[in-house]
């Protein structure tokens, strides 16, 4: 769009570039520049607009996103190109994502670029390597307390590692998805060090104050997100003498984003690991980002507005890179982290869906689908250019975030079925096979999460110790129905490293002092290698998994129904046991694919005549996972327990 206030800025701007930078030839990136420089200017100058230095601070965003284009090598400029052309790109069923820990599943980047073929084998074309930034050995929360945002930790590699796991993901065609924390800094962060020798300047990347007065007004209306490790949102730091705000842990900082500096920092960070090879970046903690008093400090209307102007930023200097929403918050919110735009996802292209991933647990512990469908109702309808990433655990606790009145809806008590779950899952509910931990539980609020890998909280860990081996078989459907939905539902499906071989709770991290106070470590394993060489032996529990996800994630690629393009119809059934949807072919009208999920340990039936009024066909059905011809009897098909179809016409005639 073309304003005559922003365009003359602009053109002052480029006058007042640096040398180096004015004598480019910088065709394509002035021509982007010029296109997105209307919201840009008005972004920034809603948020900043009022300081005295704007002007010079846009003359600094500029030069740094002119500066990285410059840097950007010629292979990448290359894969930008083939992006716009092809926008849509992201959408397709072809991508099936894990995530994982570097040191957890090949000690390092060296080892994790000789596991590609591993990961290849399973069908992967899109890697997660989870924070691999420089962070205090103690207190790193995991890699997220990040002390150097622009080297990799010494432990796992160095930047020419990572360089040559880029250059080879790319010629495989496979995405990098890197981590850039956004919210915070570690407090031995080089900022945080300047700020604490009173440098004004770095005291004013983060909220710090000289007494309680402002921190007590911040905290009557903020929650608390660690209260049992963490509580209370300010942290005095003994040598200025002055609280910091540490919504997560006291050694994270909270960046400040009321200072442009800080946000120009980030941005020229997030270009940095895109110029490394990143495909995607994850930007953790988004809904804190902007801070204000008598609020919750989450999803604040300017959160998103930075995400915007990040975006916009980014699509001039390296518009192939796509971003992920790491907001677990109330589907409400979750939504809104695609921006509020009638087609094009504004903010993140790519977003968790926490709140599904949530809604398949409370499946497997009551064995019904009821809040799973009402749920799934109740999410609102993403942007056609945008995407999920459907996951069913990752490598943070699963919090139980549903809405009350869907949990209401159903006919249970919002606060009595929490409870309920939290003691399904960590075992103290009877015969439940469940072996999770309680993690960030709450006093005051009795609200609580859990931690726990996914084979220990599907039974299977409960199963092998006691020999049992229907319960095995039977665990073994549960995880390969949870991912049936999970690659089926739309969007990319996430997997986690370890699960594809059925790895359970590894109790080492109690032996670890920096580790033993946090239960998440439970499921953060490393990776047994001579158990995943057990994929190949026939009938075993990881052989079992393993081939199984190998095949759905094959099959899946073949499928355009399950390409992700708001093509996906849930299907009403009075069989509270059983989660249906209709995925259509958004190509051509035929090729729509059923999918059906038993969550009973019971077989089930669904009659076929609900789908009548819709465009599939059901006298001869096929399942398209195990290559099975289904039998139709009266208008009925029959589920076995712990199964799942992926439904079609087949062209077999019984």
Known sequence: MYEQIAHSLLNKILDELKPEIRKRDLRHFYTRLGANFYAIHSLFHHLYGKR???????????????????????????????REYDHNWFLSQKWV???????????????????????????????????????????????????????????????????????????????????VVVNHTSDEHEWAKRARDGETGYQDYYFIYDDRSTPDMFEKSMPEVFPETSPGNFTLDKSMNKWVMTVFNDYQWDLNYNNPAVFIEMLDIILFWANQGADIIRLDAVAFLWKKIGTTCQNEREAHLILQLMKDCCQVTAPGLLFIAEAIVAPVEIIKYFGEDAVIAKECEIAYNATFMALLWDA?????????????????????????????????????????????????????????????????????????????????????????????????????????????????????????????????????????IGTHNDYA???DASKAHDNRWIHRPRINWKR???????????????????????????????????????????????????????????????????????????????????????????????????????????????????????????
């Open 52 to 82: 005295n230095d704007f002007e010079r601070q846009m003359v600094r965003l500029v030069e740094v996103m002119a500066s990285q284009y410059i840097q950007r090598d010629k292979p990448l400029k290359k894969k930008d190109s083939k």
């Open 364 to 500: 497997v512990a009551t064995k019904n689908t009821k809040l799973l469908n009402q749920g799934v109702r109740s999410l609102p309808e993403k942007l056609e250019r945008s995407t999920w990433l459907n996951y069913i655990r990752c490598h943070d606790d699963i919090g139980l975030g549903f809405d009350d009145n869907d949990i209401a809806h159903v006919g249970y008590d919002p606060k009595a079925h929490r409870h309920f779950l939290l003691d399904y899952f960590t075992g103290r509910f009877k015969d439940s096979p469940a072996k999770g931990q309680p993690f960030g539980h709450n006093e005051k609020t009795g609200d609580g999460r859990i931690s726990g890998a996914l084979a220990s909280l599907a039974g299977l860990e409960t199963a092998l110790e006691n020999d049992d081996l229907v319960a095995i078989q039977q665990s073994i459907d549960l995880i390969l129905l949870l991912h049936g939905m999970i690659t089926s539902f739309g969007g990319i499906p996430l997997l986690y490293y370890g699960d594809e």
């Open 97 to 179: 994502g894990i995530a994982l820990y570097t040191d957890g599943f090949s000690r390092n980047l060296q080892g994790l670029k000789d596991q590609i073929n591993y990961l290849e084998e399973l069908g992967i074309n899109m890697i997660h390597v989870m924070p691999i930034l420089e962070c205090p050995k103690g207190a790193s929360d995991g890699g997220y307390a990040v002390s150097n945002f622009r080297d990799v930790d010494e432990r796992i590699g160095n930047l020419s590692d990572l360089r040559a796991l880029a250059k080879e993901l790319r010629q495989r065609d496979i995405l990098l998805t890197l981590d």
């Open 509 to 511: 991290y109690l032996k």
């Open 532 to 654: 995943a060489e057990l994929r190949h032996q026939k009938g075993c529990p990881e052989e079992k998994i393993f081939n199984g996800l190998k095949k759905m994630i094959a099959i899946r690629k073949t499928i355009p129904a399950f390409a992700d393009y708001n093509n996906r119809e849930l299907i009403e059934t009075d069989n509270p046991h059983l989660f249906i949807y209709l995925r259509n072919n958004p190509f051509q009208l035929k090729d729509n694919v059923l999918v059906v999920g038993n969550f009973s340990p019971l077989p089930q039936y669904f009659p076929l005549y609900t789908l009548d009024n819709r465009n599939f066909k059901y006298e001869y059905l096929q399942d398209l996972y195990s290559g099975q011809t289904v039998t139709v009897h009266q208008d009925k098909i029959v589920i076995p327990p712990y199964c799942f179809y992926w439904l079609t016409e087949s062209h077999i005639r019984q």
